[in-house]
């Protein structure tokens, strides 16, 4: 079955700087990749995510680039802010299936 | 919007009574739904997919006497964890996907279980 690798586990970065989330992936017949953020005791937020006819896709502050023969995909936030304090999950999952198989998930810690 | 509801957000049992969550989909039908379990500081980790009308389909290693599971109606999934131990304590999230071809998932706020 599908594995989903994330990098790095935990993550501090200083206010106004670029944060980097890598993930990779062991089934080439997945073909959507979400990006949660959960604080807390809280529910898992879609924040972006792409599908696999796509190289990259930008919403705001936040990217993410897909590099299927790599099988690897990576969340980019700029400009990050206190509020971008959380875990990041990454995810994948085979079209229609709708299940998905998530990454171990990273603690970014934005420091003012 | 997609929202997802469960209740009860917090409960706090004895060891081997049951508890029931319910996962219900507010503005749209959800013909499957997801049951995750989240332990402290560790990732999601699918428990078993709930189908509407059928048999839920459960992940390997997680016991199906003792998580049992129905979705009786497009908006509404239950878990019920079964003479539930210490080690059930956890995090459960439900999820549900408003259109199967699209595969986005929208989480409910997870139900806190603590076993004494």
Known sequence: ?112 | GAVVSQHPSRVICKSGTSVKIECRSLDFQATTMFWYRQFPKQSLMLMATSNEGSKATYEQGVEKDKFLINHASLTLSTLTVTSAHPEDSSFYICSGGRDYRTDTQYFGPGTRLTVL
């Open chain 1, 1 to 112: 079955g599908e594995n989903v690798e994330q990098h790095p586990s935990t993550l501090s970065v200083q206010e106004g700087d670029s944060a980097v989330i890598k993930c990779t992936y062991s089934d080439s017949a997945s073909n959507y990749f979400p990006w949660y953020k959960q604080e807390l005791g809280k529910r898992p937020q879609l924040i972006i995510d792409i599908r696999s006819n796509v190289g990259e896709k930008k919403d705001q502050r936040i990217a993410v680039t897909l590099n299927k023969t790599a099988k690897h995909f990576s969340l980019h936030i700029t400009e990050t802010q206190p509020e971008d304090s959380a875990v990041y999950f990454c995810a994948a999952s085979k079209e229609g299936a709708q299940k998905l198989v998530f990454g171990q998930g990273t603690r970014l810690t934005i420091n003012p």
